[in-house]
């Protein structure tokens, strides 16, 4: 069974900064790629930042410049370090990770919130 576990969310005020850790758990042979998710309410669930397992990044426009992504391999875990936090940066943010265990497959965290106000 594969978990993947997410950390780091809260309040913040605009300008501030926060760090999302994303710990990948159980029977895991290789990690793929993994990136980051947001889903604001009552819109889509938005690509924020992903990386490959070769270190290739990729970010959404609304981001680059401001947050980071990086993986630590020995410890299958990624982070998201977001600075300059705006308030519509406010969202539940996800951990997904492309995770063999046998076979390829796609795994989701359950999400964590950050809310960026005064």
């Known amino acids: 069974q594969v978990q993947l576990v997410e950390s780091g969310g809260g309040l913040v005020q605009p300008g501030g900064s926060l760090r999302l850790s994303c710990a990948a758990s159980g029977s895991i042979f290789s990690i793929t790629a993994m990136g980051w998710y947001r889903q604001a309410p009552g819109k889509q669930r938005e690509l924020v930042a992903a990386?490959?397992?070769?270190?290739?990044?990729n970010y959404a426009d609304s981001v680059k410049g401001r947050f980071t992504i990086s993986r630590d391999k020995a410890k299958n875990t990624m982070y998201l370090q977001m600075n300059s936090l705006k308030p519509e940066d406010t969202a539940v943010y996800y951990c997904n990770a492309r995770i063999n265990s046998g076979t390829f497959y796609d795994y989701w965290g359950q999400g964590t919130q950050v809310t960026v106000s005064s």
């Open positions: 990386i490959t397992s070769g270190g290739r990044l």
